[in-house]
Nanobody
């Protein structure tokens, strides 16, 4: 099993920046991908960005391309989301997600969520 600890959310003005971090811990697992999702109340959780641990391949939602950057530090099992030029519509709870494998199969794990609010 993988445990995730998120940090970095908060309140920021439109046009501002925030950086989210998510550290993964677990034994006898292989992490395949790490990513960030977000969810507004009453809406479905949506993928924001994802990075493949082995080769760094990234995938972004169209709404955040050219504004957000996902990166990972394999040595620390940590994924980051640098969010620039933030807009009010980026306001949501952001959840870290990790896809990993163990002797039992392939699983996903979610962080507790961190609130990002973009408002003047």
């Amino acid at each position: 099993q993988v445990q995730l600890v998120e940090s970095g959310g908060g309140l920021v003005q439109p046009g501002g920046s925030l950086r989210l971090s998510c550290a993964a811990s677990g034994s006898r697992v292989s992490i395949y991908a790490m990513g960030w999702y977000r969810q507004d109340p009453g809406k479905q959780r949506e993928l924001v960005a994802q990075v493949i641990r082995s080769d760094g391949t990234t995938n972004y939602a169209d709404s955040v391309k050219d504004r957000f950057t996902i990166s990972r530090d394999n040595a620390k099992n940590t994924v980051y989301l640098q969010m620039n030029s933030l807009k009010p519509e980026d306001t949501a709870v952001y959840y870290c997600n990790v896809m990993y494998g163990s002797s039992s199969g392939v699983f996903g794990s979610w962080g507790q969520g961190t609130q990002v609010t973009v408002s003047s």
